[in-house]
Nanobody
């Protein structure tokens, strides 16, 4: 069984950076890619980054483009989300996920998910 183990969440001030990590454990990766999602109280869950596991092609919505960077290390079966210039509106629970496909709409990213991580809290103060 696949298990996603997330780490790196915490507190940051506006303008600072955090790096989230996700370990894909349990079996050999067999999906399309990996992604990160976030959900704040009272808001819909949104996709903030996707990376094709094999080609390395990356997708971001407009809200985080040029601030967030997703990377995967195929040798270590890990994916990271580097978050720079954090804003209070980035505050949310962030989820790692195995993604089965992606549609890039520019303003938003749509992605199907096969496996979810448990989530890690990111809190950004002003």
């Amino acid at each position: 069984q696949v298990q996603l183990v997330e780490s790196g969440g915490g507190l940051a001030q506006a303008g600072e950076s955090l790096r989230l990590s996700c370990l894909h454990a349990g079996r050999t990766f067999a999906g399309y890619g990996m992604g990160w999602f976030r959900q704040a109280p009272g808001k819909k869950r949104e996709c903030v980054a996707v990376v094709d596991w094999y080609s390395g092609v990356k997708y971001y919505p407009a809200t985080v483009k040029d601030r967030f960077t997703i990377s995967r290390d195929r040798a270590k079966d890990t994916v990271t989300l580097q978050m720079n210039n954090l804003k209070p509106e980035d505050t949310a629970v962030y989820f790692c996920a195995v993604v089965n496909g992606v549609v890039d709409r520019g303003e938003t990213i749509l992605a199907g998910v096969d496996v979810w991580g448990q989530g890690t809290q990111v809190t950004v103060s002003s």
